[in-house]
Nanobody, 126 residues
Framework: QVQLVESGGGLVQAGGSLRLSCTAS????????MGWFRQAPGKEREFAAA????????IYSDSVKGRFTISRDNTKNTVYLQMNSLKPEDTAVYYC???????????????????WGQGTQITVSS
């Protein structure tokens, strides 16, 4: 069982930046691809970004591409999401998750992710 704990959420003005962190409890963290999802009020949880186990490959949703950057430090069991040029529509609870299996198989499918964090709130004011 891998426990994931997100941090770094908060309130920011439109155009600002935040960096989220997600730290895993297990050293097996380096075996997993990691993803960030988000869920706005009244909406389904949606994929934002993912990174493969060694950090060499990343994928982004169209809505965050060019503004968000996912990275990881396997020596610290941590994955990051750097969010720049934030917009009010980025307001959501952000979740990190650990994926099993092939990186590209179902990369945006919530069902492919085995472990989830508790989420951290991001609020972007206009």
């Amino acid at each position: 069982q891998v426990q994931l704990v997100e941090s770094g959420g908060g309130l920011v003005q439109a155009g600002g930046s935040l960096r989220l962190s997600c730290t895993a409890s297990e050293r097996t963290f380096s075996m997993y691809a990691m993803g960030w999802f988000r869920q706005a009020p009244g909406k389904e949880r949606e994929f934002a970004a993912a990174i493969n186990s060694d950090g060499a490959n990343t994928i982004y949703s169209d809505s965050v591409k060019g503004r968000f950057t996912i990275s990881r430090d396997n020596t610290k069991n941590t994955v990051y999401l750097q969010m720049n040029s934030l917009k009010p529509e980025d307001t959501a609870v952000y979740y990190c998750a650990a994926k099993v299996g092939s990186f590209y198989n179902g990369i945006s499918d919530r069902g492919q992710y085995l472990y989830w964090g508790q989420g951290t709130q991001i609020t972007v004011s206009s």
